[in-house]
């Protein structure tokens, strides 16, 4: 018991390799502005925690949702129709996607964790097509055009997130929240729980937990937190279109996860920067940017299995 | 009926019948590489798409007309999936399952990419062999030739499979290697070799497929990319436990598909989602499967 009971009390707070890397991301996000431009940063990091999201279901249970983009779209429908029909306030509009995203977590989760492996896969991806064609059909959406020039308002009444820098420093902030949010999440018992499931989910049922309510519990945690990146992107960006909603973008945040180190806390926040640059700086070669993020996916899973972050926390022996 | 005139009643289910045909190819090649390599292959649409296309490139550069299209294509295409089983998906065994998925998915991204940038989107057309031209009067409806043939073809090619893998002493060793491949390795059958050509003959399949779409559909690089998520509902709704399972679950949700399109138009394009989401609910390990 005791020993149990340390090893929680260790694991619940940041291990000295990963508070270096915290502090790291945090000097970065602070100085990042200075160099790059600040719309392409938020961009990158709305995407991070769209990864994260995404990583604390297969880095931590083991399960590959392949159709996570449908919270990162629809959550962003939500935040950007509320704020520029209803003339919400921003907080209001991405509480309400997220409370949006919450809910078709709910739905899909209990849908799919009937079905393990490669079939949870195929199941969340379905769905998500079953989204999205919902979301070529439903008016509110406008199809093809998607809802345009979102005011980012006031936050709280007062912020105005037209200001650059305001709006930054939000997005850096949410992000922290999530992020932190996340790593509490695995880090606490029932992140234990979690990997005990990941390891041997037979042996976690023999122990007497109940499985599938821990695997949906952490299903919808990261569909709200997904849903939190999608309702602060559409803000941030001031539109939402069908892109995030495609099931092409469940493929592009596997490989962002992948490129940085499938269960590895920094991991899927490096691979977000890093697949976002990829297609910012290489969009004028075309449909080449497919082809190249495929040979990265084939790379990463042929010889480049623990991803960037992965390699390097792996070199230097340390959890990162 | 209903309001609905019998010449549309028939003709979306004729439709339907022959979606549901590939569906039943796709989804059949499909839980053929899933036994032996327990390996969703995502790259299947992409494949299906390269056969289509190299249908397309015999008769533009080769001159090989669609009845040899029909036998040579599936050969080629076969050959690349050969060739990725050796180079690529072999290193991936005795892996989690989802590598195998997440290798053939950039698989699938690399092929549609380059076919991209080398036709563009826009489709390229086939045309119908003259053999297999007009059509019959059936008296309630106007059966065109060419998709009677290709309905009863793929029934053919899949009951064929069916018997083989069901009924052959060839298919007895797939299916105990399945079950044991350590026990068959030992009996002196070369196991590697069996995986490697049973993953270029579902290759070939779905290159089949891609073929006898050619004439229906145009040649267009993401043909397949779509298709294979509505086929992976299927194979979700069959449960790939059988091989009938596949077949008979394919053409069902394509006549499915038919009707919903006499009666519920906005409905066509998610009523097999649907149709997925009732059967979970119902029987989590789909209609054909065995509880996983």
């Known amino acids: 018991m005791t020993d149990i009971s340390k090893a929680s009390t260790v694991s619940s707070s940041f291990a000295p390799s990963e508070r270096i890397a915290l502090a790291a991301m945090i000097i970065f996000f602070a100085l990042a502005p200075l160099v790059i431009y600040p719309f392409f940063l938020m961009n990158a990091i709305c995407f991070a925690l769209f990864a994260c999201a995404f990583n604390l279901l297969i880095g931590y249970v083991g399960l590959l949702s392949f159709g996570h983009a449908m919270f990162l779209g629809v959550a962003g429908y939500v935040s950007a129709h509320t704020a520029k029909v209803w003339g919400v306030t921003p907080e209001i509009a991405v509480l309400l996607s997220v409370a949006a995203s919450t809910t078709l977590g709910v739905i899909v989760g209990s849908l799919a964790i009937r079905r393990q492996g490669i079939y949870f896969a195929m199941i969340t991806l379905a769905l998500s097509q079953m989204v999205y064609f919902f979301c070529v059909q439903a008016p509110f959406t406008h199809g093809e055009d998607g809802i345009q020039s979102v005011p980012r308002g006031k936050l709280f009444g007062f912020i105005d997130l037209s200001n650059e820098t305001a709006c930054y420093i939000v997005v850096v902030l949410v992000f922290l929240a999530g992020f932190l949010l996340i790593h509490r999440t695995i880090s606490s018992p029932f992140g234990e729980i979690l990997k005990a499931i990941r390891e041997n989910e037979q042996r976690a049922i023999s122990l007497g937990y109940k499985t599938d309510r821990y695997k949906l519990m952490a299903f919808v945690l990261s569909a709200s937190l997904a849903g939190l990146a999608g309702g602060m992107k559409a803000i941030m960006a001031q539109n939402a279109s069908l892109t995030d909603v495609h099931w092409s973008m469940s493929g592009e945040v596997v490989l962002m996860t992948l490129v940085g180190g499938l269960g590895t806390v920094f991991g899927p926040v490096v691979g977000a920067f890093v697949i976002v640059a990829m297609q910012n700086y290489l969009s004028p070669y075309g449909s080449w940017v497919t082809v190249i993020q495929g040979a990265v996916f084939v790379a990463c899973v042929l010889v480049f299995r623990r991803g960037i972050v992965g390699e390097i926390s792996h070199l230097l022996g340390k959890p990162l | ?292």
């Open chain 2, 1 to 292: 009926m209903f309001g609905v005139s019998t010449q549309a009643l028939f003709g979306q289910l004729l439709l339907g019948l022959i979606n549901g045909s590939f569906y039943a190819l796709l989804s059949l090649g499909l839980a053929v590489i899933f036994g032996m390599l327990n390996i969703i292959n995502f790259a299947h649409g992409a494949l299906y798409m390269m056969g289509a296309f190299c249908a397309y490139f015999l008769l533009n550069w080769a001159g090989v007309g669609y009845w040899g299209a029909l036998l040579l294509a599936p050969l080629i295409v076969g050959a690349i999936g050969v060739v990725i089983e050796r180079t690529m998906l072999q290193w991936l065994s005795g892996l989690d399952h989802l590598y195998g998925l997440l290798l053939t998915f950039g698989l699938a991204l690399i092929i549609q990419g380059l076919f991209q940038n080398t036709f563009g989107s826009s489709g390229m057309p086939y045309a119908i062999p003259k053999e297999l031209t007009g059509g019959q009067n059936l008296g309630f409806m106007f059966l065109p030739n060419y998709r009677a043939w290709v309905v009863a073809f793929s029934l053919v090619i899949c009951l064929g499979t069916w018997f083989i893998i069901e009924r052959t002493k060839l298919g007895a060793y797939l299916r105990a290697a399945t079950e044991n491949p350590g026990l068959v390795r030992a009996m002196g059958i070369n196991v590697p070799r069996m995986i490697t050509l049973t993953y270029g003959a579902g290759v070939a399949l779905a290159a089949l497929a891609g073929v006898l779409a050619a004439p229906i559909n145009q040649v267009r690089p993401l043909m397949g990319a779509d298709l294979i998520i509505i086929v992976f509902a299927v194979v979700v709704i069959g449960g790939m436990g059988s091989i009938m399972g596949s077949i008979l679950t394919g053409f069902l949700l394509g006549l499915v598909e038919g009707l919903t399109k006499v009666f519920y138009p906005e409905a066509s394009s998610t009523v097999i989602f649907v149709v997925m989401t009732v059967v979970l609910l119902v029987k989590p390990a789909g209609l054909f499967g065995r509880s996983a």
